[in-house]
């Protein structure tokens, strides 16, 4: 299937989400009443790529860069489709919590070196950063290796595109490390041929994704990309495939896609706007993420937040205050992380927002 990007005209919001400086807006479900949040112990990174010193052996420099993940701020499954996948409607936007990358050009004339920090995370053909490199040679019949260095932050089985941003961040530092052979828009088309959560990474960062989710359309980000957020999320994954077998197409929300895209516009996140149709199956599948929810909801209630499921689970996301709660602090078993929304200009890759070091 083919990807297709709309070039609609985006505004790129630059502004600064330094604590000390801009507050940040958030619009409020109830009365539209605005929200002052102000970013947690935020600080704009400005480097793109550092280049530092590849392992012995190399012989060349290793470039570094951000994988980003992402969250669905409104996810709509349309139809299932007879082969097996789901058309959605979902409002994509990446985020600042993510995974770093190095990559070198290997002299190795067969085969890539992948190292990876989390030794449950395969690191042959069947990883999507090789996956994505394997991709990028048979498109541009370019025959280079490479050394790749992943250190994982984003958890897996949680809704947050973690390894998708990593075969994105993969193709775009390939084509760099290359002289640039292909264009974005090349990357984006190829990006569909590999999974359905790919091609957002290579919109602006707020995307509306249609048919697998490869379909993207940039759009303007829908909040202030200072509004503080947290993402919570409990030990046990969510298996995509697993939840999206367990939908119920007849309990899906009835919302015009269209219609929630011009309320976040308007008025900002709600809980009428921010729906996930595959919340109801991952709540099925795993019910101790619905008593999550829950939890968090009352706890964050007196900070006007609204909390939701992002993808198929399973990371629960609070829009409009990063403070964590003291119950998500208290348990350990809870990976928890503040975030914020991230955009970045074409010919140029994601930075986070947080100094999480
Ligand atoms: O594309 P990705 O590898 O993320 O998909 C994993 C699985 O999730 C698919 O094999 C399919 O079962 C399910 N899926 C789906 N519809 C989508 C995306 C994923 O049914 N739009």
Not at 80 to 96: E, K, Y
Not at 166 to 189: H, I, K, Q, W, Y
Not at 202 to 219: D, L, M
Not at 227 to 246: D, N, Q, R, W, Y
Request: glycine share 8%; charged share 25%; net charge negative.
């Amino acid at each position: 299937m083919s990807t297709r990007v709309c070039l609609a005209p985006v505004v790129v919001s630059t502004s600064s989400t330094s604590k000390t400086s801009t507050p940040c807006r958030l619009r409020d479900h109830r009365g539209h009443r605005p929200v002052v949040a102000i970013g947690a112990s935020a600080r704009r990174l400005s480097a793109l790529t550092v280049t530092r010193a590849a392992p012995s052996g190399q012989g060349v420099d290793a470039r570094r860069f951000f994988s980003p993940s992402k969250i669905n701020l409104f996810l709509r499954i349309t139809a299932r489709r007879p082969d097996g996948f789901h058309d959605l409607a979902s409002l994509f936007h990446v985020v600042d919590l993510g995974d770093d990358m190095s990559f070198a050009k290997s002299s190795s004339e067969t085969k890539d070196t992948l190292i990876c920090n989390d030794p449950t995370i395969p690191t042959d053909e069947s990883n999507l950063v090789i996956k994505a490199l394997n991709l990028f040679r048979a498109k541009t019949g370019i025959e280079q290796y490479f050394w790749i260095e992943l250190d994982k932050k984003v958890p897996h089985g949680a809704g947050l595109g973690g390894g998708s941003g990593n075969a994105a961040t993969t193709l775009f530092a390939a084509n760099e490390l290359c002289g640039r052979p292909a264009t974005e828009a090349d990357l984006l088309e190829w990006s569909g041929e590999i999974g359905s959560d790919i091609s957002v990474f290579f919109s602006n960062g707020a995307a509306y994704c249609t048919g697998r989710g490869e379909i993207v359309e940039n759009v303007e980000p829908p909040l202030d990309l200072g509004t503080e957020m947290l993402l919570v999320k409990p030990p046990m994954g969510c298996s995509t495939p697993a939840i999206f077998k367990a939908l119920d197409l007849d309990g899906r929300s009835t919302a015009d896609p269209l219609a929630l895209l011009k309320a976040i516009g308007d008025d900002g996140c709600s809980e009428a706007v921010c729906i996930n149709d595959l919340e109801a199956p991952a709540f099925t599948v795993l019910p101790e993420l619905a008593e999550l929810k829950e939890s968090l909801k009352q706890a964050t209630a007196d900070k006007n937040t609204i909390v939701f499921m992002s993808g198929s689970g399973s990371t629960i996301v609070i829009v409009g205050d990063d403070d964590v709660p003291a119950f998500v602090a208290e348990d350990e078993t809870l990976f928890k992380a503040p975030t914020r929304l991230i955009t970045r200009k074409p010919g140029e890759w994601y930075v986070p927002t947080l100094d999480r070091r």
